[in-house]
């Protein structure tokens, strides 16, 4: 027999060249002598590499394939149609064979195509790590119609030639040869070298510990893993995370840096000996035990111990393989920590390679923290409750957190008790966990018809060494009449440079239609003052129509004051209130401490005019501030169309807040803004706003904020609709009207307070260039607007008729200054009237004024006289005295500061002040 020998070889690891034996020709003929159990030969160019949408370049010369890929050659005709096996006698077969000389470290001609392949489920240094793995059949395969275990082929059979080379082949020189019909094929292919065999560094700074204050360790790499503190009693993970991936901790992605597949070894080893007995902990339920460990319910283990996972799921499987890791492992040290294990240190260290051929070494050390039979008073309060309805039980949630042991617990006062983990209650002494609730009861339901009425019930806890009171009362006899009082002066969330602070209020005594009981007589013990939570003392004086006083001492920093009722037998009431007040170190500190600006806004520009929510559960004030930081400025044609109106909460945070999502660029300047606080009580708060030459809006502050500025509530715009250089602006005491003090005079806008629809402009005067405005209602209801002229300080009312308008009357005042005083300018800032008791204010540069406006319908003259805070100020813009609140306000742009003012003693105290 004649045979042929064809041979197909890579250049460096691919099919780069076919070559056929120098006797052969292109067109071997069948010998005549041979039978038919011999297809048909087949050609070099029959075996056609087909692609792989993996690696698309596996074919091209010197290319080195990636393992884990299938490098196929498909036997196919000269128009690239699949060739069958021809030329066979009916039902025979031919038998072809598939050999290779790779050795067994993977070099080309060097044995007998058994490799050594690593073992996926060992670790490098394990004595079966290497294991054999045979290249003909298994690796060099000739697939038969598909079939990769055939070894012979029928009449119409397909064929194709493969490499299916495995993961973690590097650098493995695959050589196979193939018998076939008489002709030997020779085909290679190489794999990719290893080139990544030292792994990145890890990053154990995610973790999961219960009572511990953070939940990541620092940023950089950590070598030195400590956590303290840590509570007893709890499964503690320290999870490895990418270094790559910090911004998505919670998606770590585990060991990095080396090639797919390829491990690298390491050393854990436990330094302490403490251990726990398996119990089925609930906190194990998901964790796997350590290498050579196999959890058994009363068996004793290590604290301390890590897994190797195949991925950072905590339901992920266990990798079979112990101290070594590969790409994409998830390793976590785990500490199981037994009850009462207080004050005990768990460490363990870890030892992975680096590239200098070293072993970098990771410590871990726990600590526990110290038994703490301590709760934490900050939390505990059993709290004070006053009129508690009659005829069911009244229940108290306790907070009891911060201590870490089993605590005594006892109860005592009348008609008390506490219940543990929602069992019984019971007044018996007992014991608490850390993690257990608590709740205490007042037994309302069991008290006789006698002493229903204002009951008492003081419970005194105990908790290891710390007891706690509380203090509840139910309602009183509704024929009983009701002490009520109200703080005057200050606001709460104020602060002062002062050693002192004045309280004052107003007690009265109010008597429903069922009350029978004569109305006692109040003094100073009915009202009481803590500060800082000592004892109370009584108010300084009280007058006959109940307005109190009393001097506070203030520590630095943050002080808490307490009023409360104490009401005279047959008298309800009784209720305490709270208030912050703040004393400054200087009088040019900034307040509050934490104040900052809002996003984008590098500092406060000129502070042109402000109003208050006086409905809202605490005051919200709303400040314009133009942009500039020079009035001079203010009209450039550059510093135009960049105004904004900024929120401020003293109740929340010392953060200054955008109202407008974007600055008004709508109008060239915003000089005034005001708000209805003789709006009824839950209706929407809608926020005016007049342009300079553009438009008058409302915005519905009731609304999600930043708002958007381009979409108000309602708006009319154009020079006969709306005011002209529009100054100030202020809502009537009917919250149906808007007046507005501009170029042409005093004008009005009707107002919808149910939608902010507002009404074309209708003026009351000509007076022209109006600067200031406020409002005043006689006991007869007449409303009477103030105004002053811009050019000068000429002052006019006008007494307003509700029914027409246009019969509105406007009269000159006569206006009399101090001697010596002169207006900023010559010219008027603001004004204001208290609405209760008529007592008016007026505010310019650093003076703040006052006069009485009760009877300004008969003598027709503004007397000015000096309040007692009058010269201390920089440079005021805005005066407000609004319905809701007491205290006077003021805008001061110069201090770039919110002051108030005790509008019958003239103490002053700061709301806001930036000091940049």
Known sequence: ?????????????????????????????????????????????????????????????????????????????????????????????????????????????????????????????????????????????????????????????????????????????????????????????????????????????????????????????????????????????IRLNSQYDNDNPDFPIGVDGLDPFYKVNFQFNSITEQTFVYDEQEELA????????????????????????????ATSALNPYGACAKLGDFIEVLVMIPEQAFAETYQAKLQWPNAAGDMDQYSFTISTAAEDALVDESKLDIGKVYDLPLGEDHLVPVTVEGFNTSLPISIAGTGVSYSIDGGEFTTEPGVIVPGQTLELKYDISNLSAENQYYAVFE??????????????????????????????????????????????????????????????????????????????????????????????????GENSVVYKDEPPKGLAGGISHELKITKLASADATFPADFTLPDGVDALGLLQDMTVDTKAANPVFYIVDQNETLRDDLFNNDNKRDDQVLIFTPSKSGELTNLYSSLITTAEYVFDISLSNNRAVGSTPFLFHSEHWASARTYDLSSETPLDVTLPASEVKGGTTTGKSTVKSTFSFDDDKVYVAGNSGLGVHTFDPVTGALGDIEYLNSIGSVRTIAIYQDASGTEFVFVSSRNNANTWVVEVDANDLSNSVTTPLTLEVPDGFAFDGGKMEDMAINPVTGQGFVADGTSLLTFDATNIAANKTITLTHTPS???????????????????????????????????????MTVLKFVE
């Open 1 to 237: 027999m004649n045979t042929q020998i064809t041979k197909l070889k890579p250049l460096s690891a691919m099919i780069a060249t076919i070559m056929l034996s120098a006797c052969g020709s292109d067109s071997p003929q069948r010998p005549e002598h041979m039978d038919d159990t011999i297809p048909d030969a087949l050609l070099a160019s029959n075996f056609v590499a087909q692609e792989n949408i993996d690696v698309p370049n596996w074919s091209e010369e010197g290319a080195q394939v990636p393992s884990g890929q299938a490098y196929i050659w498909s036997v196919l005709d000269s128009d690239g149609n699949p060739l069958p096996v021809t030329g066979l006698s009916k039902f025979a077969n031919h038998k072809f064979t598939v050999t290779s000389t790779t050795g067994e470290n993977g070099a080309a001609d060097a044995g007998d195509g058994t490799v050594l392949v690593p073992n996926e489920l060992r670790c490098p240094g394990d004595e079966d790590f290497m294991i054999p793995e045979t290249v003909p059949y298994n690796i060099a395969q000739l697939r038969v119609d598909g079939f990769k275990t055939r070894q012979s082929v029928n009449n119409t059979d397909t064929l194709d030639f493969a490499f299916e080379i495995p993961e973690n082949r590097y650098g493995v020189e695959y050589q196979a040869q193939l018998e076939y019909a008489g002709d030997t094929f020779d085909f290679a292919i190489k794999t990719q070298d290893l080139e990544n065999i030292v792994p990145d560094y890890l990053l154990f700074n995610r973790f999961v510990a219960e009572y511990y204050p953070e939940k990541s360790l620092d940023d950089t790499v950590p070598t030195d893993i400590k956590l303290s503190n840590v509570a007893q009693g709890q499964l503690v993970k």
């Open 286 to 313: 998901n964790d796997f035990p350590g290498p050579d460990m196999e959890f058994e319910v009363g068996q004793e283990y290590p604290s301390i111990w890590y897994v190797n996972r195949q991925t950072s799921s």
């Open 459 to 556: 419970p005194v806890l105990t908790l290891g060494e710390l007891s706690f009171t509380g203090y509840a009362r139910t309602i009183p006899d509704p024929a009983w009449p009701v002490l009520k009082n109200t703080l005057e002066f200050p606001m709460s969330g104020v602060a002062t440079d002062g050693a002192t602070a004045t309280l004052r209020g107003i007690a009265s005594v109010a008597v429903s239609e069922a009350a029978t009981a004569s109305t006692p007589t109040l003094d100073t013990s009915n009202i009481q003052v803590s500060v800082n939570g000592g004892e109370f003392e009584n108010v300084e004086s009280i007058d006959a129509n109940g307005a109190w006083q009393i001097s506070i001492t203030l520590a630095e």
């Open 870 to 908: 009058s010269g201390e100020y920089g440079e005021l813009m805005t005066v407000l005295s609004e319905p809701g609140l007491s205290p006077l306000l003021l805008l001061d742009n110069s201090d770039k500061a919110i002051y108030v003012v005790d509008q019958m003693t003239g103490e002053r």
